[in-house]
């Protein structure tokens, strides 16, 4: 599939099928994590993949947006390593670096057939408890994977997008009006 059809098919999956997902896509999804570019290479992502059984049940209490999916990544950053790049700009890049990540990993899964979905909605400190997440660790989200079901489509929300000149502007920011 081309760039363009890529994105513009993608939509948020909130239903799925049974069908596990094969290790060789999740594989290739991680490296689309792993690749991504964060600011000054200090890829501060750590990313929790959530299979079996007990863990999902352990989403489940974290969320009420699983949406019953096979496999669920835990998107988080490390704060240690999250700034200090080598052109010693301080400011905390973490939470961009991991939307990336999360970003290219869940285009990759839209390319290989897969859906997912981008969940900010759950309980954080729940999750660090039911995961082991260290202190230092900031939950970015969940992203739950999978086929989808038969009867998965976008949302009636999901094409409303503003035009582009509601959104850009050229050289200078201008108010409207």
Known sequence: MDYEGLINSRY????YSGQQVEKEKLD?????????????????QRIVVIQDENARAKIKQCTPCHFDAPLVFLVCYDKSVENNNHYGDKRPYGRVDASIVLTHMMLEAHNLGLGAVWVGLFNPELLKKNFSIPDNYEILGLMPLGY????????????????????????SFATEG
């Open 148 to 171: 989808p079901s038969t009867q998965a489509k976008p949302s009636k929300m999901h094409s409303e997008k503003f035009p582009i000149e509601h959104t850009v502007w050229y050289n």
């Open 12 to 15: 948020s999956v909130r239903n």
């Open 28 to 44: 290739k999804i991680l490296e689309a994590g792993r690749i991504a570019p964060t600011a000054g290479n200090r890829q501060p």
